[in-house]
């Protein structure tokens, strides 16, 4: 039988000659370098606490890039223009961005609970902990356990905030080179409502850089 090395067939193949498991063969399209299209990034309902953490936001002072720290996992994913990259493994999944040198490592293990999970990210252990598995072929994600933070520090939701309650639901789904990633937020302290967040991406030939956040250059004290 021929088949086209690009095709999903031609994955398969491929990824069991090179002897990586069947199953994630099948969902070869995920692994690769990505690099943001467009977001969707729909209004939230507030609670009360939150209308006050917003009305007290103050950007040069409070957004969290100043002391080089990622905001929340939402604002690393939805940074539009570094890449960052996915690999897959049997009993892992590694995401690593450009961004704040965020790399990221998620067990797949959907007898592991969250709160039993280690950090996502060691060296942001307020980004949370992330349990990862596979609904056929779309990744999902499920997180908790995060810091404070902001989940958007830009455009409409400039400076929404997360509590330590918050719990992120991503779900990952490839179709071809296009990625579509879907963010399900649920945080009573501060929103009515779960409310989710979409981002598209497609695939890059692209390095993953060293973004190396210096805090003389990142911090803006002198203009406060």
């Not at 999970?117 to 056929?136: C, K, M, N, Q, Y």
């Given at each position: 039988m021929k088949t086209l090395p690009g095709s999903r067939t031609g994955l398969f193949v491929a990824g069991l000659m090179l002897?990586?498991?069947?199953?994630?063969?099948?969902?070869?399209?995920?692994?690769?370098?990505?690099?943001?299209?467009?977001?969707?990034?729909?209004?939230?309902?507030?609670?009360?606490?939150?209308?006050?953490?917003?009305?007290?936001?103050?950007?040069?002072?409070?957004?969290?890039?100043l002391r080089c720290l990622p905001p929340s996992l939402t604002n690393v994913i939805g940074i539009p223009d570094p890449p960052w990259e996915i690999r897959l493994h049997e009993d892992r999944v590694e995401i690593d961005f450009e961004y704040m040198d965020v790399r990221r490592r998620v067990p797949l293990d959907p007898e592991l609970a969250v709160e039993d999970?280690?950090?996502?990210?060691?060296?942001?252990?307020?980004?949370?902990?992330?349990?990862?598995?596979?609904?056929?072929?779309v990744l999902v994600i499920d997180t908790g356990d995060v810091g404070r933070g902001y989940v958007d520090t830009r455009g409409p939701a400039e400076g929404f905030p997360q509590s330590t309650g918050m719990r992120y639901e991503e779900r990952y789904r490839a179709d071809g080179d296009r990625l579509y990633v879907e963010i399900i937020h649920t945080d009573p302290v501060y929103y009515v409502e779960p409310f989710s967040m979409s981002f598209e991406f497609f695939r890059v030939d692209l390095e993953v850089l060293e973004f190396d956040c210096q805090m003389d250059a990142a911090n803006y004290d002198e203009r406060l």
């Open positions: 002897g990586v498991p069947a199953a994630l063969a099948e969902r070869a399209d995920l692994a690769g370098t990505w690099l943001q299209l467009s977001a969707g990034r729909p209004s939230a309902t507030l609670t009360h606490a939150a209308e006050q953490a917003v009305a007290e936001y103050v950007p040069l002072r409070d957004d969290p890039d999970a280690p950090f996502t990210v060691r060296d942001h252990p307020h980004l949370g902990r992330s349990v990862g598995r596979f609904e056929g072929e």
